[in-house]
């Protein structure tokens, strides 16, 4: 998962390569992604809330990867994995499904969203001097017209 928040793509799927080829559900793998998901977003709003089991080392450093990540864009991921695990159920090949749910995942963790851009442009109202609309340019070359003589 640290992979999803660092927006590394081609080593996500390269896990996801190795862990199927092994042998492992990648149905069980996408449950393990939630639910570590689940878990960082709950800490997220109770940061007394339990790790869910997962080792101490890599709870810091999902901890760590999602702190610039907030609350709502975990959610959208969560989205995306619950959207893909609805298309795995159905398909024969579950591999392919999880792998588009993880490029989709990667890509909502970078994408903008208007809230952000209002922020950015808030922030920056006082950089920006106050300019009054420039004027028409006049041309001195007067409008071609003409006569049509019948």
């Known amino acids: 998962m640290l992979l999803i928040f660092q927006k590394n793509t081609a080593a996500a799927l ?3 390569q190795r862990e199927s080829s092994t ?18 977003i709950v800490t997220k709003v109770d940061p007394n809330a339990p790790n869910e089991g997962i080792p101490q080392a890599t709870w810091q450093q999902l901890l760590d990867a999602a702190k610039h990540c907030k609350p709502d864009r975990l959610l959208a991921v969560i989205d995306v994995f619950a959207e893909t695990e609805g298309r795995m159920k159905w398909a024969s090949n579950r591999k392919l499904h999880l792998e588009l749910g993880i490029i989709k995942a990667i890509q909502t963790v970078g994408e903008a969203r208007v809230s952000d851009i209002i922020h950015v442009l808030a922030g920056s109202a006082g950089y920006f001097p106050d300019s009054t609309p420039a004027s028409p340019p006049t041309d001195a070359t ?6 049509i003589v019948e």
């Open 23 to 40: 042998g492992r559900d990648v149905s069980q793998l996408l449950n393990e992604l939630i639910g570590a998901l689940r878990a960082v």
């Open 14 to 16: 390269q896990i996801i």
């Open 142 to 147: 007067p409008p071609i017209t003409t006569n």
